[in-house]
């Protein structure tokens, strides 16, 4: 698995945009924290702690939301849909994905997931969709 932060330093790097994490757990934060000043970011990412049916922006604000291998833990869906809608601009897009293996996967498939769970800047899902997306940064 990527480490902590990861991600969003590889969204803000390749897309040239500024990002902004909400996570729970005060550890997690700490260590994308780290991860973001690393890479030499900290002026550009921020993480705070909150949940994602209570953001703690105003109406309107985000052009892109990303979320990974979270909305299947949120305590609220239906909740967190409607605020996702709502600190969205008009246009807005969203990209919620999330992973799930059963009994009835195959051998091939560890790896499969692996690539997509993003183990590698070489294999991860984001250079694709990014291809797919014409190059464009959300």
């Known amino acids: 698995m ?3 932060g990861a991600r969003p330093v590889e969204l803000v790097q390749q897309c040239d945009i500024d990002g902004v994490g909400v996570d ?7 260590r994308a924290m780290a991860a973001v000043e690393a890479a030499g970011l900290a ?13 703690a922006y105003e109406g ?11 909305v299947k833990q949120v305590d609220d869906l239906d909740g967190t849909s409607t605020e996702l809608v709502r600190v969205m ?6 990209l919620a994905y ?22 590698s800047t070489a294999t991860s899902i984001d250079p694709i969709w990014r291809q797919r997306s014409g190059g ?3």
């Not at 309107?60 to 979270?70: A, E, I, P, T």
């Open 2 to 4: 990527p480490a902590v």
């Open 24 to 30: 729970p757990v005060e550890i997690h934060i700490d």
């Open 43 to 55: 002026d550009r990412v921020t993480f705070h702690r909150g949940v994602m049916h209570d953001l």
């Open 60 to 70: 309107g604000h985000f052009d892109f939301v990303w979320c990974r291998d979270v």
């Open 89 to 94: 601009k008009p246009g807005g897009r969203l």
């Open 98 to 119: 999330t992973t799930i293996t059963t009994e009835l996967l195959d051998d091939r498939d560890p790896e499969m997931i692996r690539r997509h769970l993003g183990t």
């Open 136 to 138: 464009q940064a959300w």
